[in-house]
């Protein structure tokens, strides 16, 4: 949005000390506010690709700094884009759900409040006062909307030249960094991390700094249409210059985003990401015609020059095709055409569309406001129609994402306006000098839109933290003008009120689960101490189940497990429970079987001999086991295998059922 300072100050030549003394701090005052921009922007990237809540508090820190900066560098007022509108609204509807209100969840979201009531019946817990039935990652999120939005303002105070490099940078840094860990046959990134639920061996996509590559595509996709962008903005510099001297300055930049760009489409087509491929696909074309086309001047020179250009040009567009073509033959071309295999059930666009279907439900559990951003964990395994051992983590459709996490009015609002504000910028770009570079880089927002329609990358930094940068930068002209003291205290208060809120939030996160359920098996932690925070997490009723039945506490491992059962399906310790409570509370013998069964139906991995014993113990004739045989080869598969080292005869009895 700001105006670039970069041309003016290569056409005016200082004549006094006094001038160039001033032309030096000025340079130095923005060199500092476009380091904290680049860090602020790529740290997320580097750092696990924003996923842990430490990088919240790590990218909050640095944009307070660079907040600090661009408040105390000059006097003048900081130039407020109307985008920043979308970001003040998103983070007091995500505060709403959040702030800790008795009553509020009851009045605008009472189905999700008798769901809540129903899964904490009978248990003395109480959920903790809130819309949100996942207070830890609304908190979490309604931090990092607050970093996001100042981000927005600060970008919009620099060039778009300075944000569309930093851009490019983290995308050629995390595509390099990617090359090493393949050149290295590194198998976890930066040589220590690995994932939990992620096995890179098995990955065919390049690993880089991301744990998720469809996320690392979506970073690659924007410092590719930046890069882009650069490469064409300093093509027509140089061509526009009467300085001879400025020629190869010129050119010395453009052959540096030639560079970026090389670097990052091998790695983007080795991510494998099929909606990045098909997004670079779709709108590649029309970035390269902007980019490429002769730019209308009325300098005779420039057309004559521009002329002489056309042969490099052709041979810049068919290099990159070319590129694109030959990395594409290690897996990419394959990955698209699962796109065309609707037919089968269990494919993985199958799927992402039934989610994506079935997920449109939950607007009915909170109408008004959503259920809360980060709750859908938590919320959809109740409605899931096709229930697994799979965790559905993230509704993969950012603009469905918005509806649901933030209700139709204010999510719809969101999906709308950024469409708005997209469109505007592109037509409000096309009579600049450098309008054709500017959508270029505005192209990139679009496919990183495109690939976002069925991915959620933008929940994460990594992936959020250069688009809204980017949006800041390219905003077309500022609505308000900001009193530099006073959005230096706003905003610094702001920050720092998201920074404690980030801190208390973290140890409530999703990403904190899996170490908190590990230490509630260990019997370390209460369960019930922790379903106040995330009172329908299925995983936990489950666990609560067990250390119950490990207690012969049957009556309440029998109800921890049916809570389980509904809020996710797809829980095997859940059913298994479930029936040896029922076994023990003398239910009826059938309702057991039918309990066992269906947990030895979703087996996804080899049964321990805990379980192996149990089942021999509860079925000691071969024909019993036989009637538990699940219908799925691969569980059944996994239970014969289980049984024939210690009863031959039950494995004989079960292949024979089959």
Known sequence: MSDDLDDDLDEVEPIEPRRRSARRQERSRRSWSQLLLTAAVASPALMLGGVPPLVVLAFLGLVLALWQRLCTRTQSPLLVPPAALLGVGATLLTFAQWVPMPGVQALLAPELHAAVQDALAGTGVEARAGLSPCPGDTGLECARLVG????????????????????????????????????????????????????????????????????????????????????????????????????????????????????????????????????????????????????????????????HMSPLRAVVAVGLLGLLLLVAQHGAWRELATLLDLADPDADLDTKLRVARESAALVELSPWVGIGRGAFIDVFGAIDSRPSHVLHTHLESAPLAMVVEWGPWLGGAMVLGMTAWWGHAMLAHRRRRDGAARQVVLLGLLALAVQNAADFALEFLGVAAPAVALAGALSPKPAWRWSAKRARWSGTLALVAALGLAAWSRPHAFTQRVAIDAAIHAGEVDPAQEARWRPLDGRLHGLWARRAAERGDWPTALARAEVAIARRPGNVDAWLIRAAALHETGADPQDVDRSMARGLALLHAPPDEALVEYLLERYPEPEAMASLCPPEPEPWRLLVEALRPVAPRHADALAAAR
């Open 148 to 307: 996001l939005t100042l981000l927005l303002v600060a970008a919009a105070q620099l060039s778009w030249r300075a944000t569309a490099t930093a851009v490019a940078l983290a995308g050629s840094a995390v595509a390099l960094l990617g090359f090493a860990h393949e050149a290295l046959g590194l198998q976890a990134i930066y040589g220590f991390y690995a994932a939990r639920d992620v096995d890179f061996v098995a990955l065919p996509s390049m690993l880089s700094t991301f744990v998720n590559p469809n996320h690392q595509s979506g970073l690659l996709l924007l410092g590719i249409f930046c890069a882009g962008g650069l490469a064409a903005d300093q093509h027509r510099l140089g061509l526009d210059t009467t300085d001879p001297s400025k020629v190869d300055r010129y050119g010395d930049r453009f052959l540096a985003a030639m560079a970026a760009l090389t670097v990052q489409i091998p790695a983007l087509v080795l991510s494998l990401s099929r909606g990045a491929i098909v997004a670079l696909l779709l709108v590649g074309p029309v970035a390269a015609w902007l980019g490429l086309r002769r730019q209308r001047s009325e300098r005779q020179s420039q057309r004559r020059r521009s002329r």
